[in-house]
């Protein structure tokens, strides 16, 4: 069990001596969430953060607003020809020595008597996943999701508090839409004077690989997809295109050259405000969902995963469901996602299926 941590506890008497009521000094919108004008909700609690929205031990963050209705209607809307997209990248996929600095996909096969057994050890960020809420803290202030703090995930208290087991409950389930980024910046490579960007983006290299929020609404509208309120945000950056059409040489060059360095969502309030009116949970096929380097003073996963509960994905294999929504015309669909139930994991595997 966790206790509810002090600094978390703290910000209560201020908040009672505030509120006269138990009433929240914010007003919910239409689809029951606080205006993105009014983050952070319980100050001092850092930058943007919803702490407290679904009270002070919630662990599931945005997956509360893929309520049953919300599923429900998705199915309906959603699964038409039943033809079934995997996205999970194989798990050795980055070979012996990965791009993300994250170790080799360890597989031992064995005898074990008459029979065989396996051992797989590998890092969680490898392949395809769902980061938790206790993988990023706020990194100034040393604060996870509803304030968790260090020794909850490893020190003093060891807990399983924000551990992915939690969503493992009912799911990662919902609508998803697919915004192909990639698609559409090769089809601005096609016109007559496409801007110089287009030309220079390249995943490997994040100081030309920003996707701004106008580049989602150019990708959505370019496509013809309506974002409903509790989607699932998928973008494929074209990163996965690009680490497969390197040598292993020029991928372990690049992972010598420094830091990780990748194409993904640019920082910027107007995004923020985006991604909080509209959606469960944001994914791609970058290393980390978000522009690294960073564009502004916060990263994605500080407001996200450690402000707001919003699981990221990572690594996900967007290129057969990119094919199939062309093929369809349609880029969004119902997406199950079921993570693995391991008290206290930092991070897992999707298993997820795109079913059109
Ligand atoms: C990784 O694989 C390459 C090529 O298959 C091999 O030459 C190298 O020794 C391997 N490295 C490790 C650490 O296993
Ligand atoms: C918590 O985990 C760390 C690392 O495994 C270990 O060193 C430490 O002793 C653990 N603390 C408790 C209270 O079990
Ligand atoms: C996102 O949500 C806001 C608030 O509900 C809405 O005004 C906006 O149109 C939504 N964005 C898209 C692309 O649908
Ligand atoms: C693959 O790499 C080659 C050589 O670097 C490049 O010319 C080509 O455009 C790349 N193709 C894709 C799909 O990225
Ligand atoms: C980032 O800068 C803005 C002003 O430009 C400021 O309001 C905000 O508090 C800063 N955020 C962080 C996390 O420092």
Request: aromatic share 12%.
């Amino acid at each position: 069990m966790h206790t509810l941590n002090p600094f978390f506890l703290s910000l209560l008497p201020s908040l009672s001596s505030a509120v006269p009521s138990s009433k929240p000094p914010y007003k919910l919108n239409s689809n029951g969430i606080p205006p993105f004008s009014s983050l952070p909700l319980n100050p001092p609690a850092p930058y943007l953060s919803a702490w407290g929205l679904y009270g002070p031990k919630d662990e599931l963050g945005t997956l509360n607003r893929l309520t049953p209705g919300i599923v429900a209607s998705a199915s309906k809307s959603e699964i038409k020809t039943g033809v079934r997209i995997s996205l999970n990248w194989a798990m050795n996929a980055q070979g012996n020595e990965s791009f993300i600095n994250r170790g080799n996909f360890g597989h031992k096969i064995y005898p074990a008597g008459p029979y065989y057994d396996e051992i797989w050890d590998y890092n969680s960020q490898l392949s395809s996943h769902w980061d938790s809420l206790r993988h990023f803290p706020y990194v100034a202030e040393r604060r996870f999701y509803n304030g968790v703090r260090d020794q909850d995930v490893i020190g003093e208290v060891n807990s399983t508090v924000n551990g992915i087991h939690v969503w493992s409950e009912k799911g990662i389930v919902g609508r998803g839409v697919l915004v192909d980024f990639e698609s559409w910046r090769r089809k601005q490579l096609d016109k007559r004077n496409p801007e110089e960007r287009f030309r220079r983006f390249d995943p490997f290299k994040g100081e030309t690989a920003g996707i701004s929020l106008e580049d989602v609404k150019a990708v959505l509208k370019w496509q013809g997809t309506k974002v409903k309120f509790g989607d699932i945000l998928i973008v494929r950056s074209g990163w996965t295109v690009a680490f497969n059409n390197k040598t292993r040489e020029e991928v372990l060059a690049l992972q010598r050259s420094g830091p990780i360095s990748a194409s993904g969502l640019e920082q910027s309030l107007p995004m923020m405000k985006f991604i909080w009116e509209n959606f469960s949970a944001v994914a791609g096929d970058m290393p980390g969902v978000e522009a690294n380097p960073s564009r502004a003073n916060f990263t994605m996963h500080e407001v996200m995963l450690a402000g707001w509960g919003c699981p990221l994905g990572e690594l996900f294999d967007l290129e057969a469901l990119a094919e199939e929504a062309k093929r369809q015309k349609r880029w969004s669909f119902f997406l199950t996602s079921e993570v693995i139930n391991l008290p206290g994991a930092l991070a897992s595997p999707i298993n997820a299926l795109a079913i059109f």
